[in-house]
């Protein structure tokens, strides 16, 4: 009988995913030796950089409501609790707000029991706010507590907040980890092929759309114009119309057109 054996269930520090898997030549003038664009692989390491039993960790919810927060939420407070036995696990009230001393509420104390059924609700349960606080304050407030671990659940913004406290923990020489998870239904993050609440925010957009189709037909020469929220990205608009079937045009920022003009769209 041969012996059976199993392949390393760690990830190796130096493991890596190209960030293309198209070939490139490189351009004129540079070094030969760069290596290749690449991000880090997820997944477990051999060794842990803080003592779970030690560790106090919190999460922050940040930005505009999406679907499937409070199912993050539980399922971050299930897999510390359960999977690293981490027993002091802190809720910040109404984003980046609740990390500043005295201008927040108290943070919850989360456990299994607490959260359980909370992913049966919309909106967040933590709370949720937009602002501009000053990194100095957030980390301030971390380093009293002893937080270890931040985990930052929103869209680009608060990941760039996230980011600046990060930076800030860095400059002291505080021993912080900031896990930034991306929230958004314009799902406009890079190296994220979907962000949760993208397919929730498409399904009800292809409604609104084919609701819309039914009023044109109603009318003679009947035109409606439809704007579906993004910004600067227009993933929403783009799968939405698909998804519908009706739409004549899309219009989206990634193609630049004009309106007005000898070659507008009007």
Same mark, same amino acid.
């Given at each position: 009988?041969?012996?059976?054996?199993?392949?390393?269930?760690?990830?190796?520090?130096?493991?890596?995913?190209?960030?293309?898997?198209?070939?490139?030549?490189?351009?004129?003038?540079?070094?030969?030796?760069?290596?290749?664009?690449?991000?880090?692989?997820?997944?477990?390491?051999?060794?842990?950089?803080?003592?779970?039993?030690?560790?106090?960790?919190?999460?922050?919810?940040?930005?505009?409501?999406?679907?499937?927060?409070?199912?993050?939420?539980?399922?971050?407070?299930?897999?510390?609790? !359960?999977?690293?036995? *981490?027993?002091? &696990?802190?809720?910040?009230?109404?984003?980046?707000? /609740? +990390? @500043? %001393?005295?201008?927040?509420?108290?943070?919850?104390?989360?456990?299994?029991?607490?959260?359980?059924?909370?992913?049966?609700?919309?909106?967040?349960?933590?709370?949720?706010?937009?602002?501009?606080?000053?990194?100095?304050?957030?980390?301030?407030?971390?380093?009293?507590?002893?937080?270890?671990?931040?985990?930052?659940?929103?869209?680009?913004?608060?990941?760039?907040?996230?980011?600046?406290?990060?930076?800030?923990?860095?400059?002291?020489? !505080?021993?912080?980890? *900031?896990?930034? &998870?991306?929230?958004?239904?314009?799902?406009?993050? /890079? +190296? @994220? %092929?979907?962000?949760?609440?993208?397919?929730?925010?498409?399904?009800?957009?292809?409604?609104?759309?084919?609701?819309?189709?039914?009023?044109?037909?109603?009318?003679?020469?009947?035109?409606?114009?439809?704007?579906?929220?993004?910004?600067?990205?227009?993933?929403?608009?783009?799968?939405?119309?698909?998804?519908?079937?009706?739409?004549?045009?899309?219009?989206?920022?990634?193609?630049?057109?004009?309106?007005?003009?000898?070659?507008?769209?009007?």
């Amino acid at each position: 009988m041969g012996e059976i054996s199993h392949d390393n269930p760690f990830v190796e520090e130096e493991d890596r995913v190209l960030l293309s898997p198209y070939f490139e030549p490189r351009p004129p003038g540079q070094d030969p030796d760069t290596p290749p664009l690449t991000y880090e692989v997820a997944g477990p390491r051999r060794m842990l950089f803080f003592e779970p039993a030690n560790v106090r960790a919190a999460i922050v919810t940040c930005g505009g409501l999406c679907p499937g927060i409070n199912d993050v939420v539980r399922r971050l407070v299930l897999a510390l609790w !359960y999977n690293y036995g *981490v027993r002091e &696990i802190f809720g910040i009230r109404y984003g980046y707000r /609740g +990390l @500043v %001393e005295g201008e927040g509420e108290v943070p919850y104390i989360l456990k299994p029991e607490e959260i359980e059924t909370i992913s049966n609700d919309g909106g967040t349960y933590l709370g949720s706010s937009r602002g501009n606080q000053d990194p100095v304050d957030m980390v301030d407030f971390l380093q009293r507590r002893k937080i270890q671990i931040l985990f930052t659940i929103g869209g680009d913004g608060t990941q760039r907040g996230a980011m600046a406290i990060s930076r800030e923990a860095r400059k002291r020489g !505080y021993a912080l980890s *900031v896990v930034g &998870i991306p929230k958004t239904i314009d799902n406009d993050i /890079g +190296l @994220v %092929e979907r962000t949760f609440g993208f397919d929730t925010a498409v399904s009800l957009a292809a409604h609104v759309l084919r609701g819309a189709h039914v009023e044109a037909e109603a009318e003679h020469n009947g035109v409606v114009i439809v704007k579906i929220m993004g910004r600067q990205s227009g993933f929403l608009a783009t799968q939405a119309s698909i998804a519908s079937g009706d739409v004549n045009f899309l219009l989206v920022p990634e193609v630049p057109f004009e309106l007005d003009g000898p070659k507008g769209f009007l």
